[in-house]
């Protein structure tokens, strides 16, 4: 059976993903840009849900900007809050499932190991604590809700660390990156991936079955920024790589605190979905390829 998809966000890095792969898979999705379905106005954005009544809604739009929350809290809270919470009231009216994102961004980082699922959440900025409300309410509005908690997302496209990084190396720049912010970098490309693998799955699947509640997706393996962007170099320019000296997250204040490890434990998602997350450097090298259009090195 045909899988009817609609998706929230056309333009962001996970959204052009699962545009990207659709074609791939026995899916028919329908994207909604921000000029369609404005997040900021929940209710509006929410009749769409009501009108196409989809098998499955994807909620790939969000308010990203994670320093720029700090001086934005409503508009965040109104986007990541009372928008996932409006479209997941429309899912259950209508009995479509709903998947939907969420961060690492959501805890403190404080635990010392990584994080599983139902670890107490502890958000230390405004993005954080407006994720961590968006999926309370969405789950509590639609039992048929499934949150992918995911990290450090990269792709080819939109603004990036990687082609930043990049571009300073082969400026000569040099390169000061924190080395004291633990996590596990994601290709966008893994997590869309993922979730049209699972689309009939999650269409089919009853209220309280085990695909649905909180889950981590995130590429194995944990690092530093400073270690990602060292790997990221390697990889694009082999021998020539220059060096990434660290700094400590103190040396580069930014507006929003961000968790020092706020690494995600995959096991749960390994468990019930049956899947692995692979390491982190083999979906980079496939978009570093993407972005300079040459082989990837292994
Ligand atoms: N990026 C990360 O490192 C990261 C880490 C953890 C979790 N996540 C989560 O993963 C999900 C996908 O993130 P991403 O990296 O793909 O995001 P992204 O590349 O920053 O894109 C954000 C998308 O949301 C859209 N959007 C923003 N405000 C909107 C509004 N008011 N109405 C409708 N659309 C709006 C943007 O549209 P425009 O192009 O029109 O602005 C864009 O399509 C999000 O839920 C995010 O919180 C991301």
New binding site residues.
Partial sequence: MTVRILQ?????????ELLRQAPGHDVQLKAL???E????DPEA?ARHVRVEKPDLVI???????VDQAESEPGLAHE??GE?PAAIAKACAEVGAALV??????VFDGRKGAPYREDDAAGPLSV?GAS?LSGERMALAACARTTIL???????A??KNFVKTMLRLAREGQPLRVVDDQFGRP?A?AD?AGFVLAQAARLAAAPAGAPAFGVFHFANAGETTWRGFAQGALEIALGGAAPRVDPIATAERPSPAERPLRGTLDTGKLEAVFDVSPRPWREPLAEILAELTNEAPVA
């Fill in positions: 929230y966000g056309a333009t962001g890095q996970v959204a052009r840009s921000r000029a379905a404005d997040l900021a954005a909620l790939a739009a969000a308010y990203t900007a986007i990541n928008a939907h994102f969420s961060t690492d961004y993005y994720k908690r995911t990290s450090w997302v990269v792709s496209h939109g994601t966008a997590l």
